[in-house]
């Protein structure tokens, strides 16, 4: 990890440093996403994700403003939305690992701590064709990366915050010209009991936030072998567990008593060959997830578990120097039990997928198909392409691409006494189109996409009859804007640099397939039109400071957007200052953060507030020892 | 620094794009039909989403406003509206979920006062006298079910009687109250007489298991509507062995049960509403995804239904016996009223709030 007192903006080096030192870095998963040609992307640089090491990766784009995130407030269930898309519309992909639930479609980011990732890239817009089922609104990846030569390395990171919350992180690794090995590991828990103005009480008052509080704790093996001058291998493990109270809406009289324990094992196996122009790559990958929530005001007690195999066998070739192909077969065998689905349902998905990159002179090509056979029913084909003219310091790309989902578990064999899945859901489908420019100079760059995007047979639950159940009962269009663009303003020895986010998503209900003839042409719920993020970065020898503010437009809460549910905008100002230090072989860095400096009143969702002005004090320590070269 | 012309207008515009675009409010406040003939819709809303609202229905213009709480007091009603019953020129409008009672002017929907002291899941009003108003209330672990004595001058809660489980809908009949014990999240079968002069139990009437709405016929003969009892088996399938079928009661002034309407085959779409027209003879309820009608002589339940449509809540206007079939899609959207007449035939249809469970007549 780049420390600050080594530049804050290392961004560059350390994609400058995984290029040339490619041959000294295993990425235990697939490249895939070098064919995402044409799209929108967000890379978050080590030192930023540096920064917010205590949280979990949606804490981290949340602070940062990339993306769209829905919660009902800080821990808790949290999901990505990228324009305007659902809850089971992002894939997430951790080293080549699918981490969508099987049972619901979702991944819950708020399990997933920062400090167990290297690096995350986010690219927005649709890529079933490479990732799969489900990434219809966007694809985050999440990797490790295995150094080899590095010596030895020891990190800790100690953390404290407002309202009762501690972080506390170990890691250390070894690797020599063979062997690679890295633990880490942490423990966090927040009590969150912070207070707020309760605007839904009568007159008004002020409150301490009840039954918030959430214990993570989880560790990280990692180990990697190069077999011989062209073969590899490596295998990493994640446990975690997880405890949420679930508290309820503030204007709720009860205090809830509900809890969710999230348990689950995460494994993969890699093995690589690499010659000069054909790579062969064989994954494997294990899945456990228990969830237990309970309610006891409810009388609730709703235990399920997933579980996942996969194998997936990639062959990469180059052909000439313009040519790159990747080919794959996949195949998923998921399963789950849960006390509301009878008996274990189970299923075999196998996907077999190409995508080739063709460069010619300035032009680059991206063609890309999937086709899955799921059980024994094929899903739609899944074809893309992707085009991008390096033209000087000007980039222009567009891509097409179709993409589906295939109904979850929950959605097709969901079984209680007040809801009944639907056996004969189809797959939602989409088409998405985007075009955009990236601009490149010397002190500044920008980039700006439009996107036009249709989903159907857009899965929702309502009640029929005497049971809610699923359907596809939705056509949403999607369209808008994204751009971002960051300046360097270099001032003698203090660096700067601004960076500005903004986009626009139009979202809405084209065709209703019910009874909901109001929701219409209506913008979809939890979707602000307009977001918007501002940030600047300035350091100054071994001080660094960073200041961002992020803007959330107006969010309807009910179908019909009426004015009076909607969520007001909000502007979120976060400030970071750091001191980094290095002597021989340590180094340490002083974060202290103060977030919603302007202790700003703002919602999650209507009931759920966010807290007001808080601070976090950190201190990371680093030993490294370099092997004698 | 190299930083030329173009790149500083480039920069400026996506300065401008992200601080200008505070998207315009354009909630304007509806115009309200004031001392206006028609009735209230109590949009229950999306359980813990705080969505609850109230609309009102104009009769002479036929027409419905929307959102009349919020529009008018300027902050939003609550979780989970319950009921909304009308009492000498005020509206007590119960929020379950909120545990509260608002109160609010019939006339210019402008908020009284909100009730909260004690009330912890509070699900119907009554108007016992000019001083005195009861609210019944489920308790919070959805069991101990009292009533809650509220001093209509000072609009507190003044005594608390204990009743039964899941305590539900109350009705005034030979100046005694009867309360019905639906259970709430459990199991009772008694209706509760309450003396309000001594705010005291003075008898129970068993009756089919969890009652949950009580009408009087012309006669003055007590209607009781019982859901039944769902017990399931792991599957969640019905387990019929311990379960009960939904019934309705008749009970004289004696209060004794003169027959009972019983279903024998438990379902999953149990009774949850039970309304008489203005006559005294005939009543709605809703049963199985339908609503059906039974007049007060009949003597077995009726084949078939009256609308063989499923609706959230029922009520019939006292005004022209129309029955309002509140209709809810989803509980994150609009739902609809659809105005029925006495023979069945639908008359019109509104949109309202979210999930619209009953009406409330001034």
Redesign the interface.
């Given at each position: 990890m780049a420390l600050l007192a080594n530049g804050a903006f290392a961004q560059q080096e350390q994609v400058a440093d995984s290029v040339i030192q490619l041959s000294e870095v295993i990425v235990s998963s697939s490249r895939l996403e070098s064919y995402a040609t044409g799209h929108f992307a967000y890379s978050i640089d080590s030192t930023q994700k540096q920064l917010l090491i205590n949280g979990s990766v949606s804490d981290v784009l949340r602070k940062l403003g990339i993306g769209h995130f829905r919660s009902y407030g800080v821990g808790g269930v949290t999901t990505a939305s990228f324009r305007g898309s659902g809850a089971s519309h992002t894939s997430v992909v951790w080293n080549g690992v699918t981490l969508q639930s099987p049972l619901n479609g979702q991944t819950d980011l708020s399990l997933i701590p920062a400090f167990l990732i290297d690096d995350i890239t986010i690219q927005a817009g649709g890529t079933v064709s490479l990732y799969g089922s489900g990434a219809i609104g966007g694809t985050m990846s999440l990797h490790s990366r295995a150094k080899f030569n590095e010596g030895l390395s020891l990190q800790s990171a100690n953390h404290v915050a407002s309202f009762g919350n501690y972080f506390n992180g170990i890691a250390a690794g070894y690797s020599n010209e063979r062997w690679c090995f890295a633990s880490k590991a942490f423990h966090i828990s927040a009590r969150n009991d912070f207070e707020y103005r309760n605007?839904?009480a009568?007159p008004s008052k002020n409150e301490t936030r009840q039954h918030n509080s959430f214990e993570q704790w989880g560790i990280l093996q990692e180990a990697d072998v190069r077999l011989n001058h062209d073969q590899s291998a490596g295998i990493k493990f994640w446990y975690q567990d997880n405890h949420f109270e679930v508290p309820?809406?503030i204007?709720?009289?009860?205090t809830s008593q509900a809890t969710q324990r999230d348990q689950f094992y995460r494994s993969v196996a890699t093995w690589r060959l690499d010659k000069s122009h054909n790579h062969f790559s064989y994954r494997f990958n294990h899945v456990a997830h228990l969830l237990d929530y309970r309610d006891p005001?409810?009388?609730t007690s709703s235990l399920s578990r997933f579980e996942s195999f996969n194998n997936t066998l990639e062959h990469v070739a180059s052909i000439g120097n313009v040519i790159e192909a990747t080919s794959g077969i996949t195949n998923i065998h998921e399963s789950s039990t849960a006390v509301?689905i009878?008996g274990k349902p189970s299923r075999n998905r196998t996907a077999l997928y190409t995508a080739w990159m063709y460069q010619l002179k300035k032009l680059k090509t991206t063609l890309g198909i999937r086709e899955e056979i799921v059980g024994n029913e094929f899903t739609p084909v899944a074809p893309s392409l992707g085009l991008e003219i390096h033209a000087g310091a000007l980039t222009p790309f567009l891509s097409v691409t179709r993409n589906y989902r295939i109904p979850t578990f929950n959605d097709l064999y969901w079984?209680?006494?007040?809801a009944h899945g639907n056996k004969s859901l189809k797959p939602e489908l989409s088409w998405s189109e985007e075009a955009g420019i990236r601009?490149h100079?010397?002190?500044?760059q920008?980039q700006m996409a439009a996107f036009n995007s249709l989903v159907d047979n857009w899965i929702?639950w309502?009640?029929q009859?005497?049971?809610w159940t699923p359907g596809n009962i939705r056509q949403v269009w999607s369209r808008g804007l994204e751009?971002n663009?960051s300046?360097q303003?270099?001032l003698g020895s203090i660096t700067s640099e601004?960076s500005?986010?903004?986009s626009?998503t139009r979202a809405t209900n084209r065709r209703v397939y019910?009874?909901?003839n109001?929701?219409l042409g209506k913008q979809l719920?939890f979707t602000p039109?307009?977001e918007?993020?501002?940030m600047l970065r300035t350091q100054w020898r071994r001080v660094a400071w960073m200041l961002n503010g992020t803007?959330t437009?107006?969010q309807y809460?009910?179908?019909?957007n009426?004015?009076?549910?909607?969520m007001k905008?909000y502007v979120l100002v976060n400030s970071w200052l750091t001191y980094g230090f290095m002597h021989k072989h340590y180094s340490a860095d002083f974060t202290f953060e103060c977030n919603n400096l302007f202790g700003q009143y703002a919602e999650a969702?209507?009931?759920y507030p966010l807290p007001g002005r808080n601070f976090r004090l950190g201190i990371n320590f680093r030993f490294t020892k370099p092997n004698q070269k | 620094m190299s930083l030329n012309f173009r790149s500083l207008i480039s920069v400026c515009i996506l300065c401008s794009l992200l601080f200008c675009f505070q998207s315009c409010d354009n909630s304007q406040e509806p115009e309200l039909p004031r001392g206006a003939t028609g009735f209230f819709i109590v949009n229950e809303g999306g359980f813990g989403n705080n969505n609850s609202s109230l609309s009102f229905f104009d009769r002479g213009l036929q027409k419905v406003t929307n959102n009349i709480f919020e529009a008018k007091n300027a902050r939003p009603l609550g979780d989970q509206a319950q009921s909304a019953t009308e009492f000498e020129g005020r509206l007590y409008v119960v929020v379950q979920n909120s545990g509260k009672v608002e109160v609010i002017n019939s006339d210019d929907f402008s908020s009284v006062a909100t009730i909260t002291d004690g009330l912890q899941s509070p699900r119907y009003f009554l108007g016992v006298s000019s001083t005195k108003g009861y609210v019944s209330d489920w308790g919070s672990d959805g069991l101990t079910g009292t009533i809650k004595v509220i001093d209509l001058n000072s609009l507190k809660v003044t005594s608390t009687i204990a009743v039964g489980k899941g305590t539900n809908h109350m009705i005034l009949k030979d100046n005694k109250v009867y309360a019905a014990n639906s259970g709430g999240f459990g199991r009772d079968n008694r209706v509760a007489i309450i003396d309000p002069s001594t705010d005291k139990v003075s008898q129970y009437i068993t009756v089919g298991d969890n009652p949950v709405k009580l009408q009087v016929d012309a006669t003055g003969n007590l209607w009781v509507g019982s859901a039944g009892f769902l017990a399931f088996n792991p599957d969640f399938s019905i387990d019929t062995k311990n379960s009960t079928g939904s019934s309705i009661s008749k009970i004289n002034s004696e209060n004794k049960e003169l027959i009972r309407f019983s279903y024998l085959v438990p379902t999953y779409g149990t009774i949850s509403a039970l309304e008489i027209n203005k006559g005294g003879n005939t009543l709605y309820y809703i049963y199985d995804n339908a609503i059906y009608s039974l007049t007060t002589d009949a003597n077995v339940v009726p084949a078939r239904p009256f609308i063989a449509k499923g609706y959230y809540g029922i009520s019939v206007d006292p005004f022209d016996d129309s029955i309002i079939a509140c209709y809810a899609p989803n509980f994150s959207g609009p739902g609809k009223i659809d105005i029925y007449n006495p023979g069945g035939g639908l008359l019109s249809s509104f949109d309202v709030g979210i999930a619209p469970n009953g009406c409330a007549f001034r």
């Open positions: 605007k839904y009568v309820n809406s204007a709720v009289a009860r005001y409810t009388s509301e009878a079984n209680d006494a007040g601009i100079r010397k002190f500044w920008a929702l309502s009640p009859g005497n049971f751009s663009a300046i303003l270099p601004l500005l986010r903004y626009y019910d009874n909901s109001s929701e719920f039109q307009h918007g993020t501002a803007y437009g107006k809460t009910d179908g019909s009426n004015e009076y549910f909607a905008p969702r209507p009931g | -």
